[in-house]
Nanobody
């Protein structure tokens, strides 16, 4: 059974760092684009970052560029999101998701549209206090 499990969330103060991990089981991570999304209370889910199946291409939301870094270890079926210089507006539930779109896989790219993603983790809470 295909499963994604996030971990690494928690509470930090303004300027702090967290590293989120997404462990994938049930299928081989290789070539599947992976996205990170977040949802704050009362707000829509938004794309934070994504990484192509090979790891050679990544995208970031403007709000996190220069602060967040996405990476993947296909051998160990994990994807990570390093979050530095955290701000209160980064608070929310963070989700990782896998995209089975064959075209994107062949093109070695990813997108940050949540409707594109087929498989989702349960989310991990990130809280940043000022």
């Amino acid at each position: 059974q295909l499963q994604l499990v996030e971990s690494g969330g928690g509470s930090v103060q303004y300027g702090g760092s967290l590293r989120l991990s997404c462990a994938v089981s049930g299928f081989t991570l290789l070539n599947y684009p992976i996205g990170w999304f977040r949802q704050a209370p009362g707000k829509e889910r938004e794309g934070v970052s994504c990484i192509s199946g090979s790891g050679g291409s990544a995208n970031y939301a403007d709000s996190v560029k220069g602060r967040f870094t996405v990476s993947r270890d296909n051998a160990n079926n994990t994807v990570s999101l390093q979050m530095n210089s955290l701000k209160p507006e980064d608070t929310g539930v963070y989700y990782c998701a896998a995209d089975s779109n064959m075209i994107l896989r062949l093109q070695k790219r990813c997108v940050m549209t949540h409707d594109e993603y087929d498989y989702w983790g349960q989310g991990t809470q990130v809280t940043v206090s000022s």
